[in-house]
C-alpha cells in the first residue's frame, strides 16, 4: 500500500513517424467535425480504439508504436464540443473505416504490422520521460532533476494534504493501465529494489487487463556497477511476478532497443491506431506548453514551477509571417508572478527567448511568442479550472 501511494505515473504511449502537424491538424479536426468518426474514440468505456497508421522510423520498417503519454480519466471520457477525448482506444476494426480513411492510413493490410498502448509506470524522477523520450527519437516530454514535472504524464504522490490536482491524476493512472496492452514498470537501479508486484495489487490488480504482460525496466544502470545490476536484476526476478526485467540507461540509450523489441512482442497485430506523421496525439499545443513547462522549471526555484500552469491561449499559422503564439502563465500569488516576471522583466524575457528558441527547434519554424502571468488563486484547488486545463482527462484540439 505505502509502495502504491508512492506509484507516480503511468503514461500510456504510442510511437510513430516524426510529425507531420499539419496532419495532426487535420485528423483532429476531423474526427471533430464528422461525428461518424466519433467511434473511433467512443463515448465512454475502455472497450474502444485509438487507430494510427503504420510508420516505422523508431522502431522497425514493419511495426509502429504510437506514443500517447496522456494521463486519462476514463470517467471524463465523453465528448465535448471543441474537445479532443484521448481516454478511450478507438476501435481500429478495418469494418469500420471508410475508403478515405483507409487511404489516410495507408494500411496495406500488412500482417506483421503491430501497434498497441503501453502504459508506463513509475516513481517521480525514475526516468519515464527519458525512455519515451528515446524510444519516440524526438523530445515528447520535459525532462528535469526536479520530481513530477511531467504532470498530465505524471501522478502526484499522495501527500497529507492532497491537491485536487494529484487526486485526478492518481484516477487517470488506473484508466491508464487499464487500456494498455503491456505495461512498463521503471524502477531506478540505484535505489533499494522494491516488490513491483504488490504495487499493481495495491492499485486494484482487477483493473488491470487479465495477464496484461508487465516489463520492469530497471533504469539508470550507469550508475552504478555492473556486478549490482545483476544482482538487482536476480532480486527482482526472484521476487517480482513481472514477465521479463531488462536493465538500461535511458538517458545514454542502452537497453532501449531491447524494451522496444519486447513491447513490440507482446502488441496485437493490426493497423495503426493514428494517420502517418502524427508522432503523439497531442496537438502542438501540447507540446508548447510543456516546452514553457520546462523552462519554468529549469528558471524558477521552490514552490514557483508546481504552482504554474501553462496555456496556449492561442496559436495563428502565418503565411508569409512567423506563426503566433500567445501563452498565458497562471500561477497561485501575486508574489510568484513577482518572482516570475522579475526586475524590469528581465526573468520573464528570458524565459520567453529560452521557451521561443525550443518551440521553434521543436517546429522547425520561427515564431512570435508572447507570454503573460497571471494569477488565479488556487487553481490547483478548482475542480473547474483543472479541467479546463486539461486534467479532467481531455485536452483541447486545435
Ligand atoms: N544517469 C542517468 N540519469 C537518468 C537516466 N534516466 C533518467 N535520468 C535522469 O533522471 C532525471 C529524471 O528523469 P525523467 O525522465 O524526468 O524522470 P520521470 O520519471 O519522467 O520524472 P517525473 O517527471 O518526476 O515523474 C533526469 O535528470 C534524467 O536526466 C539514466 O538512465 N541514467
Not at 522497425?60 to 496522456?70: A, Q
Not at 514498470?185 to 516488490?195: C, Q, S
Not at 525496466?217 to 552504478?224: A, C
Amino acid at each position: 500500500m505505502e509502495l502504491a501511494s508512492n506509484l507516480s505515473a503511468a503514461d500510456r504511449f504510442t510511437v510513430t513517424t516524426p510529425s507531420s502537424l499539419n496532419v495532426t491538424r487535420h485528423f483532429c479536426a476531423r474526427n471533430l467535425c464528422r461525428p461518424s468518426q466519433f467511434r473511433y474514440r467512443a463515448t465512454s468505456g475502455s472497450s474502444t480504439e485509438k487507430r494510427s497508421s503504420s510508420p516505422p522510423l523508431v522502431l522497425s520498417r514493419k511495426h509502429e508504436l504510437l506514443i500517447n503519454e496522456l494521463q486519462l480519466d476514463q470517467g471524463e471520457a465523453d465528448y465535448e464540443e471543441g474537445l479532443l477525448s484521448l481516454s478511450v482506444k478507438p476501435n481500429r476494426s478495418m469494418a469500420l473505416l471508410d475508403d478515405y480513411e483507409m487511404e489516410e492510413l495507408d494500411y496495406s493490410a500488412d500482417p506483421n504490422h503491430r501497434s498497441g498502448y503501453v502504459a508506463v509506470v513509475g516513481k517521480p524522477n525514475v526516468g519515464k520521460s527519458t525512455l519515451s523520450n528515446q524510444m519516440v527519437g524526438q523530445k515528447l516530454s520535459i525532462v528535469t532533476d526536479k520530481p513530477q514535472t511531467t504532470r498530465h504524464r505524471i501522478l502526484g504522490v499522495i501527500e497529507k494534504k492532497m491537491h485536487k490536482l494529484d487526486t485526478m491524476m492518481m484516477k487517470n493512472v488506473r484508466s491508464a493501465a487499464v487500456n494498455a496492452d503491456c505495461v512498463l514498470v521503471i524502477v531506478d537501479a540505484t535505489k533499494m529494489p522494491e516488490k513491483i508486484d504488490e504495487v499493481f495489487e495495491a492499485e486494484g490488480a482487477g483493473s488491470l487487463k487479465d495477464n496484461v504482460p508487465i516489463l520492469l525496466v530497471l533504469n539508470k544502470k550507469d550508475l552504478i556497477k555492473p556486478g549490482e545490476v545483476a544482482k538487482k536484476l536476480q532480486w527482482y526476478e526472484k521476487f517480482t511476478n513481472v514477465d521479463e526485467v531488462i536493465p538500461v540507461s535511458a538517458k545514454y540509450g542502452h537497453g532501449v532497443e531491447d524494451v522496444k523489441e519486447w513491447i513490440l512482442s507482446k502488441l496485437p497485430s493490426g493497423p495503426a491506431y493514428y494517420p502517418k506523421d502524427i508522432i503523439s496525439e497531442h496537438p502542438e499545443r501540447f507540446f508548447i506548453a510543456e516546452i514553457v513547462r520546462e523552462k519554468i522549471f529549469m528558471q524558477f526555484r521552490n514552490e514557483v514551477p508546481y504552482a504554474s500552469q501553462v496555456n496556449v491561449v492561442s496559436y495563428k499559422a502565418r503565411p508569409g509571417a512567423k506563426d503566433f503564439i500567445q501563452v498565458e502563465i497562471i500561477v497561485e500569488k501575486n508574489s510568484q508572478k513577482i518572482i516570475m516576471l522579475g526586475k524590469d522583466g528581465k526573468a520573464m524575457k528570458l524565459l520567453a527567448t529560452a521557451a521561443r528558441l525550443d518551440i521553434e527547434d521543436f517546429l522547425q519554424k520561427k515564431v512570435y511568442l508572447e507570454m503573460e502571468v497571471k494569477v488565479k488563486e488556487n487553481w490547483r484547488q478548482d475542480e473547474g479550472l483543472l479541467k479546463h486545463y486539461g486534467y479532467g482527462g481531455q485536452i483541447r484540439a486545435l
